[in-house]
C-alpha cells in the first residue's frame, strides 16, 4: 500500500508561504525522490489576505493533487490555524508560528515564534517562512534535513544563500530544542514555547 501524506503550509499573504510549499514539493520531489503534487490558492490581496500551499507526497502515483485529510499542517496566522485545524487528522502534526498563533487548548501544537525568531536574529521578517521550513524538518520526518535545506538554497537568490542558510538553522535549532523539551515531559506530545 502506498505511503502518502498531506501537507498545509497556511498563513496570510507575504508570509511566503507559496514559496514555502514549492520549496517542499522541490525537497521532497527532486531531492528525497518522491513523487508530489503541489497546488496553492490565495486571496486576491497581495499582503494580508489569505495564502494557502498544499503538497501531497507520495512513493506512488498521486490520484488527487489537493490535500484534504493533513497530515501537517503549519498555521502562520490565527485564522489559517482556526480555518484549518478541522482538516488536520487525528494523529496529525500542528505547527504554529506562536508570534501569531494563540495555541487552542484541544490543539496540541509545536508553537515556535518563527516571525520572532526572524525578527531578532536577522532583523528581517521575511525570512519567517524559511526558519519554518527548518523547524518542519525536525518536526515532520518523511522529508529529510538535507533536501528541504538544498531546496532552499536553490530557490532563494544568490545574494542571500547565507542570510537563508542561518535562517533554516535557526529553524532546524529551535525544533531541536522543543523536540527536547517535549520528551523530558511524560506523557505530552507537544508542548508550548
Request: proline share 3%; aromatic share 8%; hydrophobic share 40%.
Amino acid at each position: 500500500m502506498a505511503e502518502q501524506y498531506e501537507i498545509r503550509l497556511a498563513g496570510l499573504g507575504g508570509q511566503g508561504l507559496i514559496l514555502a510549499g514549492i520549496i517542499v514539493a522541490e525537497a521532497a520531489g527532486i531531492y528525497d525522490g518522491k513523487i508530489v503534487a503541489q497546488t496553492q490558492a490565495y486571496g486576491a490581496a497581495a499582503r494580508g489576505g489569505f495564502s494557502r500551499s498544499d503538497v501531497v507526497i507520495s512513493d506512488e502515483e498521486i490520484n488527487y493533487p489537493k490535500a484534504s485529510e493533513l497530515d501537517l499542517l503549519l498555521a502562520m496566522s490565527q485564522d489559517a490555524c482556526d480555518e484549518n485545524y478541522q482538516y488536520l487528522k487525528p494523529e496529525g502534526i500542528l505547527i504554529i508560528d506562536s508570534t501569531y498563533v494563540s495555541q487552542n487548548a484541544d490543539a496540541p501544537a509545536y508553537a515556535i515564534p518563527f516571525t520572532r525568531i526572524a525578527r531578532e536574529k536577522f532583523s528581517r521578517e521575511n525570512v519567517a517562512n524559511i526558519v519554518a521550513l527548518g523547524a518542519m524538518s525536525q518536526i515532520f520526518p518523511h522529508i529529510s534535513e538535507s533536501a528541504m535545506e538544498k531546496a532552499v538554497l536553490r530557490r532563494v537568490p544568490k545574494q542571500f544563500v547565507e542570510l537563508n542558510k542561518k535562517a533554516f538553522q535557526a529553524g532546524v535549532e529551535a525544533a531541536q530544542a522543543k523536540i527536547k523539551k517535549s520528551s523530558s515531559r511524560a506523557g505530552k506530545r507537544y508542548d508550548e514555547v
